[in-house]
Every structure is written in C-alpha cells, then in structure tokens.
C-alpha cells in the first residue's frame, strides 16, 4: 500500500425520510451534514478535529438552505476550527460521490492527511422554492434542448429507445423494495445511520390538521416492504400519458445527508485506525441530455473499450468485459505495487543487517599501536623500491 492511498476510514448517514411529509420536513440540510460530522468525531476518537484539512460537500441544488457555501458552513457548524476550510460542487446526483472523489484526489496528489467530504439534500426546502429566473439559456435551449429534460423524462427516452418494458422496470423496483426490507430486518443498515432528534410537522391525514411533533429518525423512511407487482402495475404513468415510469418504479423524493472520513495511509497507521477501503480512482463521462441514465454503462465500457463508440451501437457485454478489464488491471496495479513494496522493505532488512555487522570501535587506539602498524606498512614499500634501482 502507497503512502499516498486515500483511505475510507468511516462513513455515516441520516436515515432517508420522505420530502413533504416525512420526519425531516423541518430539518436544515446544513444541520444534517453537521450532525454526521459530529457523529463521525465521536466514533473516531483517534482524530482531531484540528487535523481535517477541508470539508467538502455536494449537493444539487447549492442555493437557499444549501446555499452560502454550505461546505464552509457546515464545517463550522459542526464545532469544526475556524482553520479548517469549506468547499462546495454540484454534479447533481452523484455531487455526494464526486465529493468524496476530490477529498481522495486531495489525499493522493497535494499531501492532504485528513478530510471529510459528502452529500446532503433537502428536497423539501429546495424544490418548491427554487430561483428560477435566468435558469434557461435561449441558445442552450435551442441547440440541445434535452439538457433541461428532468430525469423523470430522460428514463422515458432511455425506456423507449432500449425497450425497457413496463413490467421489467416494476419487477426491478420490487425486487429493490424487497431487498431493502431484507436488509432492514437484517439489521445491515444500522451501524451507518447515526439516529437524529429533530421536531418535525406531522399532518392529520382524515382531518388536515398540522402540528409541530418531536421525533426521532433513525431508520430509512422512504421504501414500502408491503409492495406488490399488481400494486406496481396499478400505478399511472408520472411524466407521458402513455409512458412507463410511474412513482412506484423510480426514485423517491426524500431528504437526508451522508458524511465521509478519509485520510493518507500514513496517517492511519499512525492513529492506529482501521479502515473500510481504500479509494482507487474515479471516471465520468458525458452523453447525450436525454439519455442520461445509460451514464453508468458507459464509464463501465469506455474504461476497457472504445469510449467514442455511439450510445446503442454496443452490447451488454461489451460493458461486463469492460469491467472485467478494469478489475484485471487493478489487480495488476496491486500486485505490482505489493512487489515494490516488498523490494523496498527487503532493501531496507538488508541495509540494516549490514549496518549491525559493522565492527562497533568503541575506543581510541593506543598511539604507539599505530605508530607500529604505520612502520609495517611502510616497510614493503621501501623493500620493493630497493629491489627496483639498478
């Protein structure tokens, strides 16, 4: 392992809660993000907090309540030093990873030692209020006019285009349903959450009234373990009158916020942690607006394959052998890296057993001991000069 490698050293999370209606409808995305820092303090004792060297956040929409550098605020925020800088990006919904993905790149390439970075959202303060005025750039509408396109509407070109039936995009929404319930009652999700206490606005559903509520989120708010195909199948089309993507088989509104500790390989050997993983790399790739949703087969594919090649125009197992060409490489790269790593730390044995067979003089000679030894060794020399004159 390189002094260099960026390690994931903890990760935490809010639950998620449905926006609107959910536990966090009163609950400031900055005060989340804030929370999993201080969470991630308190479960990582070994690291101060005067060691994060920058706290980096994403989110998609950066303005309101996530607005005014929510980064630098949430650092401060969260009891973080005033030493400690903020910083926040938008690739809208993978902002949370690419956060991550600079944190890392930060540990591997400008001496970073400690850093964390993440994702939060609050659907429920943002989408209803959003600052809409000048958001549409007439010669951008005109000449790819798919880039204002919502997701909603892209996964209905993408459904059309690569014939994604209605029935398999609600038995894969079942299937996820189903496993997310699994793992709930597995118990697999609690050691990532770190509850929350908040008060929220709890509605009446037969009487309307609304009323402020304390409560405690600490569990994921959003999946429905009761779901059912024929329930799935029951459900309209949400964006085309006669589309496939309904609410039951794409992504829910929700709100919630997700924290993560990072930091150089050195630094964790020297705190004694013990890491999760450890950050490799990182791609993106662009595509065409209205497809958007095939983004990830083509990081996949482009890695090992041709990356101009046209959406369409592959197969399926183009990107498995894509991946599988990523992982070969990888492995590679490790075992290379192991191999000097080994060469290095051999060196090293060797150098240090050369050093402790080194006669140790641990007094000065006698001064007539030399004298002798340097009339021996003059000696030859005048013997063999005698032998040579003529």
Same mark, same amino acid.
């Given at each position: 392992?390189?002094? $260099?490698?960026?390690? #994931?050293?903890?990760s935490? +999370?809010?639950?998620?809660t449905?926006?609107?209606r959910?536990?966090?409808?009163?609950? /400031?995305?900055?005060?989340?993000?804030?929370?999993c820092?201080?969470?991630?303090?308190?479960? %990582?004792?070994?690291?101060? =907090?005067?060691?994060?060297?920058?706290?980096?956040?994403?989110?998609?929409?950066?303005?309101?309540?996530?607005?005014?550098n #929510?980064?630098?605020?949430?650092?401060?925020?969260?009891?973080? *030093?005033v030493?400690?800088p903020?910083?926040?990006? %938008?690739?809208?919904?993978?902002?949370?990873?690419?956060?991550?993905?600079?944190?890392?790149h930060?540990?591997?390439n400008?001496?970073?030692?400690?850093?964390?970075?993440?994702?939060?959202?609050?659907?429920?303060?943002?989408?209803?209020?959003?600052?809409?005025?000048?958001?549409?750039n *007439? &010669?951008?509408?005109?000449?790819?006019?798919?880039?204002?396109?919502s997701?909603?509407?892209?996964?209905?070109?993408? =459904?059309?285009?690569y &014939?994604?039936? /209605?029935?398999?995009q609600?038995?894969?929404?079942?299937?996820?349903?189903?496993?997310?319930a699994?793992?709930?009652?597995?118990?697999l999700? &609690?050691?990532?959450?770190?509850?929350?206490?908040?008060t929220?606005?709890?509605?009446?559903?037969?009487?309307?009234?609304? $009323?402020?509520?304390?409560?405690?989120?600490?569990?994921?708010?959003?999946?429905?373990?009761?779901?059912?195909?024929?329930?799935?199948?029951?459900?309209?089309?949400?964006?085309?009158?006669?589309?496939?993507?309904?609410?039951?088989n794409?992504?829910?509104?929700?709100?919630?916020?997700?924290?993560?500790?990072?930091?150089?390989?050195?630094?964790?050997r020297?705190?004694?942690?013990?890491?999760?993983?450890?950050?490799?790399a990182?791609?993106?790739?662009?595509?065409?607006?209205?497809t958007?949703?095939?983004?990830i087969?083509r990081?996949?594919?482009?890695?090992?394959?041709?990356?101009?090649?046209?959406?369409?125009?592959? $197969?399926?197992?183009?990107a498995?052998?894509?991946? /599988?060409g990523? +992982?070969?490489?990888?492995?590679?790269?490790?075992h290379?890296?192991d191999?000097?790593?080994?060469?290095?730390? =051999?060196?090293?044995?060797?150098r240090?057993?050369?050093?402790?067979?080194?006669?140790?003089?641990t007094?000065?000679?006698?001064? &007539?001991w030399?004298?002798?030894?340097?009339?021996?060794?003059? +000696?030859?020399?005048?013997?063999?000069?005698?032998?040579? +004159?003529?």
């Amino acid at each position: 392992m390189s002094s $260099r490698d960026a390690l #994931i050293v903890d990760s935490v +999370r809010t639950g998620l809660t449905k926006s609107w209606r959910g536990t966090f409808n009163l609950t /400031r995305p900055d005060d989340m993000a804030a929370h999993c820092i201080q969470a991630l303090l308190q479960r %990582n004792p070994q690291v101060a =907090a005067a060691e994060f060297e920058d706290c980096v956040i994403g989110c998609a929409y950066p303005e309101g309540a996530q607005g005014h550098n #929510i980064g630098r605020n949430v650092a401060i925020l969260s009891g973080l *030093p005033v030493s400690v800088p903020g910083m926040t990006l %938008n690739r809208y919904c993978s902002s949370g990873l690419q956060s991550i993905a600079v944190a890392a790149h930060q540990i591997q390439n400008e001496g970073t030692e400690v850093i964390v970075a993440g994702g939060v959202e609050s659907i429920t303060m943002l989408q209803n209020s959003l600052h809409l005025d000048g958001l549409v750039n *007439p &010669k951008l509408a005109e000449k790819k006019p798919a880039i204002y396109m919502s997701m909603g509407e892209t996964a209905e070109v993408v =459904a059309e285009r690569y &014939k994604i039936s /209605r029935r398999a995009q609600d038995e894969y929404a079942l299937l996820s349903q189903q496993r997310t319930a699994a793992a709930q009652r597995a118990g697999l999700f &609690k050691d990532e959450i770190v509850p929350m206490s908040v008060t929220w606005r709890k509605k009446d559903k037969a009487t309307g009234e609304e $009323r402020d509520v304390p409560g405690l989120v600490d569990h994921d708010e959003c999946n429905r373990p009761d779901t059912t195909l024929e329930g799935l199948a029951r459900l309209e089309p949400a964006f085309k009158a006669d589309g496939t993507v309904t609410a039951g088989n794409s992504s829910q509104f929700s709100d919630g916020a997700s924290m993560t500790l990072l930091a150089s390989s050195n630094r964790v050997r020297a705190l004694g942690l013990k890491p999760l993983g450890v950050f490799r790399a990182f791609v993106v790739v662009g595509v065409e607006p209205e497809t958007a949703h095939i983004a990830i087969r083509r990081q996949i594919a482009g890695l090992d394959g041709d990356p101009t090649q046209k959406d369409g125009e592959g $197969r399926d197992e183009d990107a498995v052998q894509g991946l /599988r060409g990523v +992982r070969a490489e990888r492995q590679r790269r490790h075992h290379q890296r192991d191999r000097e790593q080994h060469h290095r730390e =051999a060196q090293q044995r060797f150098r240090a057993l050369q050093q402790d067979r080194r006669p140790a003089r641990t007094t000065r000679r006698p001064a &007539k001991w030399r004298r002798e030894t340097l009339r021996t060794r003059r +000696r030859p020399r005048k013997r063999l000069g005698a032998l040579l +004159r003529p």
